[in-house]
């Protein structure tokens, strides 16, 4: 386990210094940011680290952890990715997944569906997830989007299930300035259920990189309160 844990480590710290020293990453999405329903165009990628430190009182202890989120699109609409930090019960895992959209309508709404397999706590685990967005544009010239993540950890050796579910609104306030607003939820066999609520600002710092400040409250199942810092990059 031990030795799991150092390699996710060292992987997500292997990535996140590629986001900040590679700043000659050729091409660039300009589309969809954040996780969702949305095909990557193909060749296209988005690569995001953050680190996050949460505790229930000022005074700690604290909790430290990092993530890394990948994503590339293959063509045809299909979308490969993967995503490294904690799972849903709060154990370091490794997901690799594969998305493809089976619904798009005219008003703009658009569903997903998607299989992941990896380990979380050094288990193997299959991930099967389902998402839904929509793009929104507002009067004042700004645009933005809302999505649902639902997610489900499978352990095969445990045998437990845990299950998630993220809620999305962003604002693209202009070509430099977004805020998300993410209610996310989780129910953990054998741990008690969650809800919180994480907004952050995302700032582009590039051509094709972004800052995102956030910031995490548990509203049920817990009393913690969280900041984050993550680094954003399209290639």
């Known amino acids: 386990m031990r030795r799991l844990l150092l390699s996710h480590r060292a992987l997500a710290l292997a990535m996140a210094v590629l986001i900040v020293l590679c700043p000659g990453f050729p091409g660039g999405t300009g589309g969809q940011a ?39 699109g293959l063509g045809r609409n299909w979308t490969v990715g993967m995503d490294i930090g904690h799972g849903i019960s709060g154990k370091h895992k490794l997901i690799a997944f594969l998305r493809h959209p089976v619904f798009q309508g005219e008003s703009g709404l658009i569903a997903a569906l998607e299989i992941g397999g990896g380990t979380v706590a050094g288990e ?65 066999s054998g741990d008690p259920s969650f809800l919180r609520l994480a907004p952050s600002v995302v700032v582009r710092t590039g051509r094709q990189s972004h800052v995102e400040l956030g910031a995490s409250a548990d509203i049920y199942g817990g009393d913690r309160l969280g900041l984050k810092i993550g680094l954003w990059r399209d290639f």
């Open 124 to 188: 193997p685990t299959i991930r099967p997830g389902f998402s839904l967005g929509k793009g929104l544009s507002f009067t004042n010239g700004r645009s933005g989007w809302l999505s649902l993540e639902t997610y489900g950890e499978l352990r095969l050796v445990s045998r437990r299930t845990d299950f998630k579910a993220d809620a999305t609104f962003g604002v693209t306030h202009s070509d430099r300035f977004k805020t998300i607003w993410q209610l996310q939820g989780g129910v953990s």
């Open 34 to 72: 954040t996780a969702g329903p949305w095909p990557r165009e193909k060749g296209h990628g988005f690569l995001a680290s953050a680190t996050q430190v949460d505790a229930a009182a000022f005074e700690g202890p604290y909790g430290v952890y990092s993530t890394v989120y990948l994503e590339y």
